[in-house]
């Protein structure tokens, strides 16, 4: 089964700006943020190492986690952000990469990242 999710620069601008979040929603979100920094980075270093499914695996558990915080904010954002990261889950488990980039973009979009395209 093949994997080929391609997203690494909107991984690591979403690295960047965990910081700012930080600061918009308080000391109460720096557990859950560090756990979305530590999967996000895992996902790279793992996509690095040719592992395109285990970095969708570590993408998924980093978008639960904001899932979690989007829910204390606005339980209707953090309904539709897990229903996104379920999507996304049963896309990686089937390997269908289409499903699952098109799932990233709605959360990419939902926390306000943009996508940066690749330059060939």
Do not use: C, W, Y
Request: aromatic share 2%; hydrophobic share 50%; net charge negative.
């Amino acid at each position: 089964m093949a994997h080929e999710f391609e997203s690494p620069p909107a991984l690591e601008m979403l690295l960047t700006r965990l910081d700012e979040m930080k600061l918009v929603l308080g000391p109460a979100a720096a557990g859950r943020l560090e756990l979305v920094r530590s999967e996000l980075t895992r996902a790279l270093g793992l996509r690095a190492d040719g592992d395109p499914a285990g970095a969708g695996v570590a993408i998924a558990r980093a978008m639960g986690e904001l899932a979690a915080l989007a829910d204390g904010l606005d339980p209707a954002e953090g309904a539709l952000m897990r229903a996104a990261v379920e999507v996304f889950g049963t896309a990686l488990a089937r390997g269908a990469a289409n499903e699952m980039e098109q799932t990233a973009d709605v959360m990419r979009e939902r926390s306000g990242a943009r996508k940066v395209e690749k330059k060939s």
